[in-house]
């Protein structure tokens, strides 16, 4: 079992520019969070996904992210045009369970750093 | 809202000292509470929960609700424990994480 992969690991843009990460969850995890972690501080949530309907996006600056999970598989942040406080961690995690009385488990990828200049 | 705080960005002990790392957290309603840890070049993993009541690489924590406290404690560190602590706590309807800024436990030879 792979875990949830992520990619790419690394990516450095200059400011304006768009940008997009990839996730993909444990296999059979309804659920799938996005979460930013600046440095020197934890996660944050950006989004979660319930199979394929994001359930929880207040977070999510919309004016410049997106994200889809158009199957309820694997997922994309993007980011347009990504500005310098952008520079972070984006984590992706996943979780089995949808059900409101169940708290499951959150499994972490390894993150993108993203790097704007 | 709910917040997790951790005052402690570092902690430094010797090998076979006792730790605690403090967590204090302001949550209105019934909080699930969580330990994760990052060891150096691993991703983030959950190492305990607050309901398992359990004790995971012989790390204890128990949740205080009238100190609103989640300490993590363990009585003998090893190197091996040398790693980022996060506490986080989960709001059990909306299941969104709320994680604290972290602690840097290095233990000491």
């Known amino acids: 079992e792979a875990g949830v992969v992520q990619s790419p690991r690394y990516k450095i843009i200059e400011k304006k520019q768009p940008v997009a990460f990839w996730c993909n969850p444990i296999?059979?995890?309804?659920?799938l969070y996005w979460y930013r972690q600046n440095l020197g501080q934890g996660p944050e949530l950006l989004i979660r996904?319930?199979?394929?309907?994001?359930?929880?996006d207040s977070q999510l600056p919309k004016d410049r992210f997106s994200a889809e999970r158009l199957k309820g598989v694997d997922s994309t942040l993007k980011i347009q045009p990504a500005e310098l406080g952008d520079s972070a961690v984006y984590l992706c995690a996943s979780s089995l369970s949808n059900t409101l009385q169940d708290t499951d488990t959150q499994y972490f990828g390894p993150g993108t750093r993203l790097t704007v200049l | 809202a709910q917040r997790v705080t951790q005052p402690e960005k570092l902690l430094s002990v010797f090998k076979g000292a006792p730790v605690e790392l403090k967590c204090n957290y302001s949550?209105?309603?019934?909080?699930?509470l969580f330990w994760y840890v990052q060891y150096s070049r691993q991703r983030l993993q959950l190492l305990l929960r607050?309901?398992s009541r359990e004790s995971i690489k012989g790390f204890t924590a128990d949740l205080n609700k009238g100190e609103t406290s989640f300490h993590l404690k363990k009585p003998f560190a090893q190197e091996e424990d040398s790693a980022m602590y996060y506490c986080?706590?989960?709001?059990?309807?909306?299941?969104?994480?709320?994680f604290g800024s972290g602690t840097q436990l290095t233990v000491l030879p």
């Open positions: 996904y319930e199979n394929e309907e994001a359930v929880d």
């Open positions: 986080a706590l989960i709001q059990r309807s909306a299941r969104q994480l709320t």
């Open positions: 296999s059979g995890h309804n659920t």
């Open positions: 607050h309901i």
């Open positions: 949550y209105s309603g019934s909080p699930e």
